[in-house]
C-alpha cells in the first residue's frame, strides 16, 4: 500500500527532476552533483524526461547490475512506456528494422550470435598490429604539424574510424559521411525528421555494402552480415541496422574515450606517469578498466521498460513503466568504489564498472575498446612525454549534449 501511495504521490509531484541533468563546470570530469545527490539519497527515483514522463533512473550500482540481468527488464523501444531519448528515436520504433539493441530474449539471442564472429579474441588479437600502426601513423602526421594540435583530429576521431571501418569492411573514404549521419541523428534533441532521415540515408548505405558484400565478400564483418543474408537467416535490413550499431558504437565512444581519457590524464599527471612507464600489461589493462569508470560517457543512461512488477529496495517498479540505467552514478557508487571522485589506475576493483553495461546486453564490441585505449594511451605518451595542453581546461568545450560524453576539440603542444 505505501509503495502504491509512494509512486502516486512521485508521479504527480512537481519537483520531479528533469533528466538529463547538467554537469557542473568545476568538476567536468564528475557526473552532474544532482545525479549524485540522488544516488546518496536512494538507488533509484523518478525523473521527468523531454516528453514529460517520469521514468524511473537508477543511479545504485547493485540496483543497476540487478535491473540489466533481469529478464523482466525489456529493450524492446516499441513497448508502451519505453523512455525515448528523443522524438526521433520514439518516431522511429514501428519502421527502423529490429536489431541486437532493441529486442529480448530468443530474438536478441539470434542476432547476438551472428555478432560473434567479427569480435572473436582471434580477430580482436589479429587486429592489434593494424591499431598500433595507424596509431604511429596519425602521432607521427601530428608531431610533423603545427603546434598546437586538436588531439580529436589528429588522433581521437580518425584511428577508432579506421578501426571500425576496417573490421566493418566499410571503405574510409566515406567516414566523413557517416560520422555526418550518426552526429545528426543522435544529438540529445532530435527532431524525428532529423533521426529518420540520418538513420534512412545509412541504411541506404549499408545495404548497398551488404549487395556488394554479397558478390564480393571479404574477411570483415559486414560480409559476414552479408553471408547471412545470402543462406536467409537475416534479410538485408536487418543486416543493414546491425552494421549502423557497430558503425555507431564503433567510433563514437572509443573516440570520446581517447579525448577526454587525454584530457584526464594530462590534469593527472602521476597517473599518465604510471600508464607511461609501466611495463606490465596487466597494469596497463587495470588503468584503462578505471579510465573506462572514472569517465562513464554514456551520458544519458540505458534505456529499459519493466514488463512485470520489480522491487527495487522499498520501491516497486510497476509493469509498464520506464527505467533509465544511469552508468556513471553507478560507476561512483562509494558503496563499491570507495572515494570515487579519485582517478585511481590502480583501484584493485575497477573492472568492476558497468560502463559496457552488464548482463546479456553489455557491448559485444568492448574488447576492441579496451584494444584500442590500451595502445592508443601507451603509444601517445610515450612518443610525447611532453604533452600538455594548449589552452585552460576551462576554455575546453565539453560535449554536455550528446549522448556520449566528450570534447569537442583539445588542443595540445609538446
Not at 527532476?17 to 557526473?31: D, G, N, Q, V
Not at 528523443?86 to 539493441?101: E, L, Q
Request: hydrophobic letters at 40%; proline letters at 7%.
Amino acid at each position: 500500500m505505501s509503495e502504491t501511495l509512494s509512486d502516486t504521490v512521485a508521479d504527480t509531484a512537481a519537483d520531479v527532476p528533469e533528466y538529463p541533468m547538467t554537469r557542473s563546470a568545476s568538476c567536468p570530469f564528475a557526473p552532474p552533483p544532482r545525479v549524485l545527490d540522488l544516488a546518496a539519497a536512494k538507488p533509484l527515483t523518478r525523473v521527468r524526461i523531454w516528453d514529460g514522463s517520469t521514468p524511473w533512473l537508477i543511479t545504485g550500482y547493485a540496483a543497476a547490475r540487478a535491473l540489466f540481468y533481469d529478464s523482466r527488464v525489456s529493450v524492446d523501444d516499441r513497448r508502451d512506456g519505453f523512455p525515448h531519448w528523443n522524438a526521433g528515436m520514439k518516431a522511429m520504433v514501428h519502421t527502423r528494422p529490429p536489431s541486437v539493441f532493441t529486442r529480448d530474449a530468443e530474438e536478441h539471442a539470434r542476432y547476438r550470435r551472428m555478432l560473434t564472429k567479427p569480435f572473436t579474441f582471434k580477430r580482436m588479437e589479429a587486429l592489434r598490429p593494424a591499431i598500433q600502426q595507424l596509431t604511429d601513423e596519425h602521432i607521427d602526421a601530428m608531431l610533423a604539424g603545427p603546434q598546437p594540435a586538436d588531439i580529436v583530429t589528429a588522433l581521437a576521431l580518425p584511428v577508432p574510424s579506421l578501426v571500425i571501418s576496417e573490421l566493418l569492411g566499410v571503405p574510409y573514404d566515406d567516414h566523413e559521411f557517416f560520422q555526418q549521419q550518426t552526429t545528426i541523428g543522435l544529438a540529445k534533441n532530435a527532431t524525428a525528421e532529423e533521426s529518420g532521415k540520418g538513420i534512412l540515408s545509412l541504411l541506404q548505405y549499408l545495404g548497398g555494402l551488404v549487395d556488394a558484400k554479397i558478390e564480393y565478400p571479404a574477411e570483415d564483418a559486414v560480409s559476414d552480415l552479408a553471408e547471412r543474408v545470402k543462406a536467409g537467416e537475416l534479410d538485408r535490413a536487418e543486416a543493414a541496422m546491425m552494421g549502423i550499431g557497430l558503425l555507431f558504437a564503433g567510433h563514437e565512444t572509443t573516440a570520446n574515450m581517447i579525448g577526454l581519457g587525454t584530457l584526464v590524464l594530462l590534469e593527472n599527471p602521476e597517473q599518465l606517469a604510471v600508464i607511461r612507464d609501466t611495463e606490465d600489461p596487466k597494469v596497463l589493462a587495470n588503468a584503462i578498466e578505471e579510465l573506462l569508470r572514472y569517465l562513464s560517457i554514456i551520458q544519458n543512461g540505458q534505456r529499459r521498460v519493466a514488463i512485470e512488477d520489480i522491487e527495487v529496495g522499498d520501491q516497486v517498479i510497476r509493469a509498464g513503466e520506464g527505467i533509465i540505467i544511469d552508468l556513471a552514478p553507478a560507476n561512483w557508487d562509494p558503496n563499491t568504489f570507495p572515494e570515487p571522485e579519485r582517478l585511481d589506475i590502480d583501484r584493485a576493483n575497477a573492472n568492476q564498472h558497468v560502463a559496457f553495461g552488464y548482463g546479456r546486453h553489455q557491448c559485444v564490441g568492448q574488447q576492441l575498446g579496451r584494444a584500442e585505449l590500451q595502445i592508443v594511451f601507451r603509444t601517445l605518451f610515450r612518443r610525447i612525454p611532453t604533452l600538455r595542453l594548449a589552452t585552460p581546461i576551462d576554455q575546453i568545450e565539453f560535449k554536455h549534449d550528446r549522448l556520449a560524453y566528450g570534447v569537442y576539440a583539445l588542443p595540445v603542444a609538446w
